[in-house]
């Protein structure tokens, strides 16, 4: 576009109704975006104003940031597993925003189990170095956060059982259950492959397992570990554009 052309659409865009200043920044952004190699979401997806997803996670939180793609497609993963028989959990939950994800979409009293050290990562292995220096290595403790915190922001769901614990110590205490949807964000090799191998049998049949750190340049472990289980069992990941990694049984 013209620098004139621009200047005048710029013009009448700020001066104009709310949703024209906002095609406006989504122009200019994208532009900018473009120089980069960088593409900004296409203004024309609705997901970004989902209400019903946006209602769940003001709940949980109400400054929520409008954009949040993972638990976006978490939530409707959910949605579309609420047929299944199964209950559900989360390797990994911090203060609980993915546990919060799941237990509202599926809208029932299923038991929802959270295994988590509460005390941060583990110590890393080989697998988890990142391939090149300008990427930030991980480290063991990171995103500690106390149980207690965990708890008191999942209180409106007292399906919510607690397991806290260095995976996969406390596994054990569901070997009898069945599941439709566990959500892995441990970020490292050895707890993802750990969470994938125990939890993949337990799943019923079209159950899912989602490793949200798949994709991350930061957590080469977590890829390794669900592309090698995934061969394992005859199975490859699908590698979604958000990052996550998704295996369906
Ligand atoms: C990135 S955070 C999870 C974020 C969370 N899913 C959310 O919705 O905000 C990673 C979590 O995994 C836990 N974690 C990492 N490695 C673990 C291990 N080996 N055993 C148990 N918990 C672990 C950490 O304590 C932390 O709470």
């Known amino acids: 576009m013209q620098l004139q052309k621009l200047v005048r659409y710029g013009y009448r865009s700020l001066t104009g109704e709310p949703h024209e200043k906002r095609d406006f920044a989504f122009y200019v952004m994208n532009q900018l975006a473009k120089w980069f190699d ?19 996670m003001r709940r949980f939180d109400p400054s929520y940031p409008r954009i ?19 209950e559900t959990a989360e390797c990994g939950a911090l203060g609980g925003d993915s546990s919060h994800v799941i237990m509202s979409a599926f809208e029932d009293d299923r038991p929802h189990h959270i295994f988590d050290s509460f005390s941060g990562l583990s110590e890393p292995t080989e697998h988890d170095k990142p391939k090149t220096q300008s990427v930030r290595a991980l480290q063991a403790g990171e995103f500690a956060s106390p149980l207690e915190r965990t708890k008191k922001n999942l209180a409106a769901h007292p399906q919510a059982l607690f397991y806290k614990g260095w995976i996969p110590e406390r596994f054990d205490e569901v070997a009898d259950k069945t ?12 707890p993802t492959r750990d969470a994938f ?14 490793c949200d750190d798949y ?30 990694g998704l295996v369906l049984k």
């Open 197 to 210: 191998s125990f939890f993949f049998e337990r799943l019923v049949p079209g159950g899912a397992i989602l």
């Open 179 to 190: 599941f439709c949807l566990v959500n892995v964000d441990v970020d490292f090799y050895e």
């Open 215 to 244: 994709g991350f340049r930061t957590c080469p472990g977590a890829k390794k570990a669900m592309d090698e289980a995934a061969a394992g069992v005859g199975r490859q990941v699908v590698h979604v554009p958000t990052g996550q």
């Open 38 to 56: 960088m593409r900004i979401y296409n203004k024309h997806t609705s997901w970004q104003d989902d209400e019903e997803f946006l209602a769940v």
């Open 68 to 86: 949040k793609e993972r638990q976006f497609f978490l939530y409707n993963l959910a949605r579309s597993l609420r047929h299944l028989p199964g």
